[in-house]
């Protein structure tokens, strides 16, 4: 079945440092791609995706690129602040004709941004 | 825009006992979804709606559980006879039909954190 593997936190960064949460998924097709984070205290929220292979997403400073040739959806960050201090998720979604919404996540990897 | 909305935040229940759960989407959403959060996972699909039609459902959900969404508003997940591994963060999202097909946009609630001691 369809599976998203994530680097493995907590990760420690100081404030301006230059964020990469790795994130490797195994799905049949073409599924879409997404980052969601948590912040403390509130539910997921949709970071950015990606629905098709070199589409890069983004927001919020944040960046990632569907690789396909190396099933790959690296979240990127050039300058992170105490603000991104979170719980990130990577997910996917996998495409069929019938239309299939359901939602496969990482485990999530916490960042802690210390000033 | 209110949000999707759960009640309760916390439930403390005994093993054996029924539990209920309910879901308030944001209101122009005709999905909704219910997930599973356990420590250190990520959240794990139990079932979805499209309207008041129940559409997929994950081999998670036994047949102790039953989720229902009438009239297309708000929705229950029911939880009979508990046990010690129901205990989770429940979560439950929307979304809007033709937000992009799939890759749609998924809005979450903050969950209700169920402890069956």
């Known amino acids: 079945g369809d599976s998203v593997t994530q680097m493995e936190g907590p990760v420690t960064l100081s404030e301006e440092a230059f964020l990469t949460i790795n994130c490797t998924y195994t799905?049949?097709?073409?599924?879409?791609l997404f980052w969601y984070v948590q912040y403390p205290g509130e539910g997921l929220q949709l970071l950015l995706k990606?629905?098709?292979?070199?589409d890069k997403g983004s927001n919020k400073g944040f960046e990632a690129t569907y690789r396909k040739e190396t099933t790959s959806f690296h979240l990127e960050k050039g300058s992170v602040q105490v603000s991104d201090s979170a719980v990130y998720f990577c997910?996917?979604?996998?495409?069929?004709?019938?239309?299939?919404?359901?939602?496969?996540f990482g485990k999530g990897t916490k960042l802690s941004v210390i000033p | 825009d209110t949000g999707v909305s759960q009640n309760p935040r916390h439930k403390i229940t005994k093993r054996g006992q029924n539990v209920t759960f309910r879901c308030d989407p944001i209101?122009?959403?005709?999905?909704l979804y219910w997930y599973r959060q356990t420590l250190g996972q990520g959240p794990e699909f139990l079932t979805y709606?499209?309207?008041?039609?129940?559409?997929?459902k994950s081999r998670l959900l036994s047949d102790r559980f039953s989720a229902e969404r009438p009239k297309g508003s708000f929705s229950t997940l029911e939880i009979q006879r508990t046990e010690q591994g129901d205990s989770a963060m429940y979560l439950c999202?929307?979304?809007?039909?033709?937000?992009?097909?799939?890759?749609?946009?998924?809005?979450f609630g903050s969950g209700t954190q169920l402890s069956v001691l």
């Open positions: 999202a929307s979304s809007l039909r033709g937000d992009g097909g799939f890759g749609e946009k998924l809005f």
């Open positions: 799905a049949t097709g073409y599924p879409s």
């Open positions: 990606a629905t098709k292979a070199d």
């Open positions: 997910a996917l979604s996998p495409y069929s004709g019938a239309g299939s919404y359901q939602l496969t």
């Open positions: 209101s122009e959403h005709n999905r």
């Open positions: 709606f499209q309207n008041e039609a129940q559409l997929e």
